[in-house]
């Protein structure tokens, strides 16, 4: 019996022919959104890639192989030509090869007829010389900080959400007061992240006194994904079945116990589930950051702070200050990250061509720190996930 015969086939009527188109428009809008976003991260590749891969360099001192563009600090860009010779450098490389620091380059009085410089170069064959900003050297501080502003404020908003979702879910008492609570977080959820800027402004750099540093940028971002953390928590809580509780509880387990043994350990991967939007969110917000944490002209990684004999006491008792002040140092200390370069030298600084090359490195990098930590957070799960079946 064919198919047009069979008496349970479906009959083409007006309502199946809207089914279908239905059915081909949900279909295209999902793809034009595929294609939209295959579409900018094909472009930032594309652009981005080069400037990454193209500053590989192999040489004879370890580590051997030396990636300019991802181990450096950004520096000035300098065109110039030399002997009708178009040539680019660094700011470092340039003033090597005048044989010049820029203090004695701007302080140098013109004299009359040619210098030759230590090396050798005369400075009247440079011609039609020109400086970029932000255009040459590379991004490791702002690699740094934002791998630091991540981890940091991920530790404390994980930690302060999962006791909250573990108090709204397992010890309160269900009522007025916290489904209040539950529609505050609900709607924080929400607020633009410049709000979460200008409070973190007000609370931690000025009330509290923390300045512009890391502590600042880890309260504030934590703050700002906290909403986030803490309903995924607690609807991962809620998913663990009731008999697990019951069972360990009639055993003679304490409530503190059977939430950390039989219940956290199962609600673990919805928990890192969350944790991957929330590194999304911290890494890519640039408000909070300019606000909280960023120094445009910050190349100072944490570590590299001077302490200073007299910030120390005399004797053995300065040995054993060292690594507070260190410490305190270091996370107190202004940091640059990803998205807050990208602002400034997409915005702040002229555009030309090498700027551009910029741009787009850094928004390649960009992409791929955060597909890394959030890579990590995904195994993780699907590892923790693996073990705890029921």
């Excluded at 600042?216 to 703050?223: E, H, Q, R, V």
């Amino acid at each position: 019996m064919t198919a047009r015969t069979h008496p349970f086939h479906r009959k083409a009527n007006v309502a199946s022919y809207q089914e279908t188109a239905v059915f081909w428009a949900l279909r295209a809008f999902t793809y034009v959104i595929l294609a939209f976003g295959v579409l900018i991260f094909s472009i930032i590749i594309y652009k981005g890639a080069p400037t990454v891969f193209g500053s590989f360099r192999f040489d004879r001192t370890l580590p051997y192989v030396h990636n300019d563009f991802l181990f450096t600090k950004p520096q000035t860009l300098h065109v110039f030509k030399y002997k009708g010779e178009i040539r680019q450098m660094s700011a470092a490389d340039f003033y090597a090869f005048v044989g010049q620091t820029p203090e004695a380059s701007a302080a140098a009085p013109a004299a009359p007829g040619p210098v030759l410089s230590s090396t050798g170069v005369n400075p009247d064959d440079i011609t039609d010389h020109e400086t970029y900003s932000y255009a040459a050297g590379g991004i490791w501080p702002q690699i740094v900080g934002t791998v630091l502003l991540v981890i940091g404020s991920m530790a404390i908003a994980l930690i302060l959400g999962i006791f909250s979702a573990i108090y709204l879910s397992e010890y309160s008492k269900q009522g007025p007061v916290i489904s209040t609570i539950r529609l505050a977080i609900i709607n924080l959820a929400g607020v633009p992240s410049i709000v979460f800027g200008l409070f973190g402004v007000g609370l931690f750099v000025l009330y509290f006194g923390w300045n512009i540093s890391l502590m600042a940028g880890w309260f504030t971002l934590a703050f700002m994904v906290l909403p986030v953390i803490i309903t995924a928590s607690e609807e991962s809580l809620r998913a663990v079945p009731q008999g697990f509780r019951q069972g360990s509880l009639a055993l003679g387990a304490t409530k503190w116990q059977t939430i950390y043994q039989n219940v956290l350990p199962y609600a673990l991967p919805g928990i890192l589930t969350s944790s991957v939007l929330g590194i999304a969110r911290v890494a890519g917000e640039t408000a909070p950051i300019l606000f909280t944490a960023a120094y445009a002209t910050s190349d100072k990684l944490p570590w590299e702070l001077n302490i200073t004999p007299d910030r120390l006491s005399p004797g053995f008792l300065g040995y054993l200050q060292y690594p507070f002040v260190w410490l305190h140092d270091f996370v107190f200390h202004g940091v640059n990250a990803l998205p807050y370069h990208i602002y400034v030298v997409s915005s702040k600084i002229p555009q030309n061509e090498f700027t551009e090359r910029v741009q787009y490195g850094t928004a390649f990098v960009f992409l791929a720190v955060v597909m890394t930590i959030a890579l990590a957070s995904i195994l993780l799960r699907i590892r923790l996930r693996s073990r705890l079946k029921w």
